[in-house]
């Protein structure tokens, strides 16, 4: 419990403030007085003065004030792992924004976590997660002068806050992207989506490396969806691999193992469509019961992503040419896809199958084996439905990312030639996207950088084994 009385809160010079909980106003206070006020109310500590009459609340749990030295730590190795590509040798972060990118006016910055900072089961912040609040405050520290001397980064930053995403807005934000890429294309396809888009029936399907969502456009009522919204938070490529556990039957023999030459294939078909239908996938918002959402009657699903690559396996797709199928139709060329069992074909998934050196990874059966489930089970829960389906890597030659969704969230804040940084913390890797506005619209999406060493709660920690290579913020 908390006292009642409002009191002002005093960090040492050892520590600093938690701005993962502090309001605007509070971080305000907190620069200018160098103090923060709290009160108690129904036993919640919050933040004062009020923003817009609501007290940010602080969790019970959480700090006020962080050891200076952990915030530190993160906002440094924040600036050190993000390189571009997967090594520590190429540029890093802050030598990429010096130089190339700000030199223009401004750059909004908009931090975002998705599937490996959200609990499993909700698809909402991992509450365990206790080194959230150092994290968020060192990247903060990063973009936004806090304390110490100004960087160049603190001059051409404007930044909007980290935060964990929650699967709907994922969601929402990748159904957004697909509307506004269409709305400046005129191919058949843009028309479509546009058309779509208009009369409520257009749904977006993207599977990435931890969840799943299939997101039609709908509004949540009292906590839960309509049934044609699906949203996973496990149902992701790997995080459903881990689900079914090493021994599955769902898996081939890693080409990097050492027994990989002489192991056998544990894989099979009819076994893993069992495992998947048993597995303990979490769907969430939904009074359903159902494991897969119901078909939209007349709805255009645009599945992205992961989804893209096993659809081109099974002759759905391809880089030139991106038919829209009927659902049943698409299901059916799926269906007649795992009834081959040839062994002398090399992209079939017979029982055996087993990846080649030239593979990318060991899932590419089971990533197939997920869209066939998926799609019988929306088939089975609306037989009576009509609905297309198309499967893209673009559209209009333009990365599909829910980072567009984010930057048109802000875009009224945003200028002419100003540009918008898009963090991309995912489970396993940080993306940097950036966007450009010109003529009051964005740009195609650019990959400014990426760092694969894991997740970012773990990359950032000061027990790393990873050595710093440069001192990213030494002026």
């Not at 673009?394 to 969704?405: C, H, R, T, Y």
């Amino acid at each position: 419990m908390c006292s009642s009385d409002l009191r002002t809160q005093l960090c040492d010079g050892a520590h600093t403030w938690n701005y993962a909980y502090l309001g605007r106003v509070a971080e305000k206070q907190s620069r200018v007085t160098g103090r923060i006020y709290t009160k108690c109310t129904d036993g919640q500590l919050r933040t004062a003065p009020s923003e817009k009459g609501v007290y940010p609340v602080v969790p019970a749990k959480e700090r006020l004030c962080l050891k200076k030295s952990s915030v530190n730590t993160v906002q440094q190795r924040f600036g050190d792992l993000m390189s571009k590509g997967s090594t520590f040798t190429q540029k890093l972060l802050d030598k990429t924004i010096k130089s190339e990118r700000m030199s223009r006016p401004m750059t909004h910055v908009i931090v975002r976590a998705t599937a490996g900072m959200r609990d499993e089961e909700t698809g909402e912040r991992d509450m365990d997660r206790i080194r959230w609040p150092d994290v968020v405050t060192g990247v903060r520290q990063y973009f936004e002068h806090t304390s110490g001397s100004m960087t160049l980064v603190h001059r051409r930053s404007n930044f909007h806050g980290m935060k964990v995403m929650p699967d709907e807005m994922e969601g929402e934000y990748a159904h957004l992207a697909l509307q506004t890429i269409a709305s400046s294309c005129d191919s058949e396809l843009c028309s479509l989506i546009q058309q779509k888009a208009k009369a409520g029936k257009l749904v977006s399907m993207e599977q990435g490396g931890g969840s799943l969502q299939i997101f039609a456009g709908q509004d949540m009522e009292n906590g839960a969806y309509p049934n044609e919204t699906g949203l996973y938070s496990n149902l992701g490529d790997k995080y459903i691999a881990e689900e079914l556990g090493k021994d599955s039957k769902c898996l081939s023999p890693y080409k990097k193992d050492a027994d990989y030459a002489s192991a056998v294939s544990p894989w099979n078909r009819d076994a893993c469509r069992k495992e998947l239908l048993n597995a303990d996938i979490h769907r969430h918002h939904t009074k359903s019961t159902a494991l897969m959402p119901a078909l939209l009657d007349g709805g255009l699903y645009v599945a992205f992503a992961t989804f893209f690559w096993s659809a081109r396996r099974m002759g759905l797709t391809d880089f030139g040419k991106q038919p829209v199928w009927a659902v049943d139709e698409a299901l059916a060329k799926v269906k007649a896809f795992f009834a081959d069992n040839d062994s002398s074909k090399p992209d079939n998934c017979h029982d055996g199958w087993k990846m080649t050196p030239g593979d990318y990874h060991e899932r590419l059966c089971l990533q197939a084996m997920t869209l066939e489930m998926i799609l019988q089970k929306m088939v089975d829960n609306s037989p009576e439905a009509n609905a297309q389906i198309v499967f893209l890597k673009e559209l209009d030659g333009k990365d599909i990312s829910w980072a567009i969704g984010v930057a048109e969230s802000i875009k009224h804040k945003v200028a002419n030639g100003q540009q918008v940084l898009v963090v991309d913390v995912g489970s396993s890797s940080t993306t940097l996207l950036g966007l450009t506005k010109t003529d009051g619209e964005f740009g195609a999406v650019e990959k400014w950088a990426k760092n694969k060493d894991g997740n970012l709660l773990e990359v950032t920690k000061a027990t790393t084994e990873k050595r710093l290579l440069i001192d990213a913020l030494r002026q």
